[in-house]
């Protein structure tokens, strides 16, 4: 099993930044590629950044692109989201999510990630 806990979510006026943070415990966390994902409300869960094992690679949706900045640190055992340029459409619901690999290559789908969170709320004012 794997533990995975949020923080860093908040409110924050249009064109200001956050720094989501998601401490993992259980299991070896440099096993594990690491995803953001977001849900706003009534809408699906949708894909935010990715980070492969060994920050090799990441992935980010288009509409986060050049906005958000996603990292890791295994000794840490923490996975981050820089969030800046935030926008209303920003605001949502953001999970971090684990992904057992055994290889260097981080998804991009829900459904493939093991453990997930249980979310930190971001609120972006217009």
């Known amino acids: 099993q794997v533990q995975l806990v949020e923080s860093g979510g908040g409110l924050v006026q249009a064109g200001g930044s956050l720094r989501l943070s998601c401490a993992a415990s259980?299991?070896?966390?440099?096993?594990?590629?690491m995803g953001w994902f977001r849900q706003a409300p009534g809408k699906e869960r949708e894909f935010v950044a990715a980070i492969t094992r060994n920050s090799g690679r990441t992935d980010y949706a288009d509409s986060v692109k050049g906005r958000f900045t996603i990292s890791r640190d295994n000794a840490k055992n923490t996975v981050y989201l820089q969030m800046n340029s935030l926008n209303p459409e920003d605001a949502a619901g953001y999970y971090c999510a684990a992904d057992r690999r055994f290889d260097w290559s981080a998804s991009i789908f829900p459904r493939e990630y093991d453990y997930w969170g249980q979310g930190t709320q971001v609120t972006v004012s217009s």
């Open positions: 259980g299991r070896t966390f440099s096993d594990y590629a």
